[in-house]
């Protein structure tokens, strides 16, 4: 990403500007960077017109393999982040959601890049016939031999 961050071309922000940087304590900024929870738009309700209004919150991923963290983090409001690109934010939730693909998108069985056009039926069949196999190790039977 360092390459990415100076910017070749005066119209294009760089990336190591205050604007994507985000103030956290060490411990949680620990958790964000191992992509256990990311900072997402949550509705908070409707108004008249039936429009919801939404504010940043925190998900946390996989919340039933840290309990405690998740029962003080999960779904609460963040404090107002002024400053903050939001694009910074959206960046950091494409990178946990990609983290926890079982297989990158982009690149073929060949090794060929491949472009493809899928809607919105066809991308969640992909996600799910990816995500039907259990990505955990399945324990091998053992084989006592002829053991008496």
Not at 81 to 87: A, P, Q, V
Request: glycine share 4%; charged share 20%; hydrophobic share 35%.
């Amino acid at each position: 990403m360092f390459r990415y961050g100076v910017s070749p071309r005066p119209e294009v922000e760089p990336i190591h500007v205050l604007r994507n940087a985000l103030s956290l304590r060490s411990d949680i900024h620990i958790v964000f960077d191992q992509r256990r929870f990311v900072i997402v738009p949550k509705p908070l309700s409707s108004d008249e017109t039936g429009r919801a209004n939404y504010t940043l919150a925190v998900h946390v991923f996989s919340p039933s393999s840290s309990t405690q963290f998740a029962k003080f983090y999960h779904h609460i409001a963040t404090q107002p982040l002024y400053g903050i690109s939001l694009e910074y934010i959206f960046a950091r939730f494409a990178w946990t959601v990609f983290a926890y693909s079982a297989q990158p998108l982009w690149i073929a069985q060949d090794g060929e890049l491949t472009v493809k056009d899928y809607n919105g039926d066809q991308c969640t069949q992909l996600y799910q016939s990816r995500r039907a196999r259990s990505l955990s190790a399945s324990k091998r039977k053992r084989d006592n031999g002829n053991v008496v």
